[in-house]
């Protein structure tokens, strides 16, 4: 079998990925390790900066977005218990943010991906890249127990952060750079409205806390938890009891309760992996990079990366031009840098850090205080929520 392309992934940085390409007139095989419904049923993020939407609509992948999604202007920051609004619209000069889920990002690229009948092989087992070096790589899977062999000009690697693409950059090339944060989150989805019409981000001497939704009947709440906490260990109440506490008096009396549909635990961490490129291999998304999700960067940077790798693809396959896939790496990573210290220092801010001298804890207390006092220090936390403006590598405006 011969692509031009073979994309390693169908999260949503695979897929979107093999879309833009598919409109390009350029070929794409997708192979993902997962089953369909387990792709398709996995809940991560919420939130959609304007130029993800944007680039979503290019694709072709807008209309139920367009129409679903909910428009969001602003968010609050809950300080013990006391809530102040941060008016990303008024402070951005009009930017604003989308809330329509991961889940039904991805749904939308599968069906289009399916409709165009371009290749997406689910339960592609072992896949195995060869030659990245060569400017012929080539990729085996094995379904069924066969062993297939794909010919290709170019390797996305698009599995995420467990993925194997990464592990095919040599150790001598390749560098990582890492935190991890000494707790998680537990997330719990449940078919109630909204605490608030916006999203809350908390921060209460127990730990963080996060409001978040889903639509107007779906909600989606996040608490800071042990990274060994075990959901057995959390039935409904005992996290609803949490969530009333950390949002303080006035949400408690409003927050609607119900069966969790999903409960989860997730690590946060910030990682990058450099260079993004090696050979004809090029990473995207969270197999380059993990943000953790305070700031709801990881699947916006995803997107970003795409966007700059879908130019560089086309501009190889239909102009013979090296100068994009060139630029790749370094292109991505001067956002991914930028995206790193937002979230990290929006983590910092939010959560209770256990270990943390209580001189420090004076001075995050004080860093919040100085937020709410100063209009510059709101617009530096807007300006990066709703996504820092897109810089064309090309040099085009
Ligand atoms: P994904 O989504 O992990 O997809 C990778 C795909 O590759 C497959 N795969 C393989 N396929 C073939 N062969 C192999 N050897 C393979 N190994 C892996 C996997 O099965 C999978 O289908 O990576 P991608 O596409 O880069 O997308 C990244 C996003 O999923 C991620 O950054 C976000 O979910 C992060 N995130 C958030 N991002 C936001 O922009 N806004 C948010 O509000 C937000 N909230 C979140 C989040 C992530 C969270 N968790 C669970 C980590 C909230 C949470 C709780
Ligand atoms: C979510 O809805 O899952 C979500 C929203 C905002 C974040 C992280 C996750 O910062």
Redesign the pocket.
Known sequence: MRTQVVIIGSGPAGLLLGQLLHRAGIDTIILERRSRAYVEGRIR???LEQGTVDLLVEAGVGARLKAEGLVHTGFDICIDGTRHRIDLEGLTGGKTVTVYGQTEVTKDLINARVASGAPLIFEAENATLHDVESDRPRVTYETDGETHTVECTAIAGCDGFHGISRQSIPDSVLRTYERAYPFGWLGILADVPPVSHE?IYATHPDGFA?A?MRSETRS?Y?IQCPLDTDVADWPDERLWDVLKTRFGADAAATLRTGPSIEKSVAPLRSFVAEPMRHGRLFLAGDAAHIVP????KGLNLAAADVRILSWALIDLFKAGSTAGIDGYSAACLARVWKVQRFSWWFSTQLHRFDTEPEFERRVHRAELDYLLESDSAQKTLAENYVGLPFVDPRGVA
């Open positions: 993020a919420g939130v999203l996060l978040s989606r996040y999700p305070t700031g709801a």
